[in-house]
């Protein structure tokens, strides 16, 4: 394998599959099922995953909510989305931890940084919920946070789309994809990767990003097995 030791950043959509809102049980087992098989293999993996298909902090707050107090809500959004996946990858015979940012002990343990590391040596996957424990952070930043906090080798951004395009794929069919560019690059074309707090806090600490179709089947071995898929973003 190319890498000892991912996180994996998912967002909250991602887990809607087809549907308006919620979570698609299928499109969980999916996922749980790509995770195991990279496993298998004796990848350490942590995974972040956000809370859009439930609630979003600055949605709320564009129709008159607290920002604060919207934004918690969407910790908590990630965390019930934390339970979700772990339910999956345990169906699929894969032994996990969540971890959450907020004290919420009944469900979840609290984020320890070594006891993350811990977990991961022991080929259990780590799930981080709560995002930073902070509002105004997205799960970009929280996935960056701690991919740098377990000293991990990479982030592998998984979503809808196959990788890092000159204009948005879906709307404009002349859209050319990047298999390689650097972060300056991707500053400078004002392309959007992550939100600019997590693309600046991982350019600094020279933490690689893959964006990948987490859709197709069998594209997260093949970006953790060093295949070229989906865009890499680095220095």
Not at 168 to 192: M, Q, S, W, Y
Request: proline residues 2%; hydrophobic residues 40%.
């Amino acid at each position: 394998m190319e890498f000892k030791r991912i996180l994996l950043k998912l967002s909250g959509e991602a887990l809607m599959g087809n549907r308006q809102y919620g979570i698609d049980p299928e499109r969980l087992a999916e996922y749980a099922n790509e995770v195991k098989k990279v496993v298998d293999q004796g990848v350490q993996v942590a995974i972040v995953i956000g809370g859009g298909n439930i609630f979003r902090g600055v949605a709320g707050a564009s129709t008159g909510m607290d920002r604060v107090q919207g934004d918690h809500m969407g910790m908590l959004a990630t965390v019930i989305n934390g339970l979700a996946l772990q339910s999956a990858l345990e169906i699929a015979g894969v032994q996990t931890r969540l971890q959450s940012a907020i004290k919420i002990n009944e469900v979840a343990e609290p984020f320890i940084r070594r006891r993350a590391i811990r977990h991961m040596e022991k080929g259990r996957v780590v799930i981080f919920g709560g995002g930073t424990g902070n509002p105004y952070f997205t799960t970009d930043s929280a996935a960056v946070l701690r991919a740098i906090e377990i000293d991990a080798d990479v982030i592998l951004k998984g979503t809808r789309v196959d990788g890092i395009y000159t204009s948005d794929p879906e709307k404009n069919k002349d859209a050319v994809k990047f298999d390689f560019i650097t972060f300056e690059d991707v500053i400078r074309k004002g392309l959007k990767v992550m939100d600019t707090t997590a693309f600046t806090l991982s350019q600094e600490n020279k933490l690689p990003i893959i964006v990948f179709d987490m859709n197709k089947e069998g594209n997260l071995m093949k970006v953790v097995s060093g295949e070229t898929v989906g865009t890499t973003v680095n220095l």
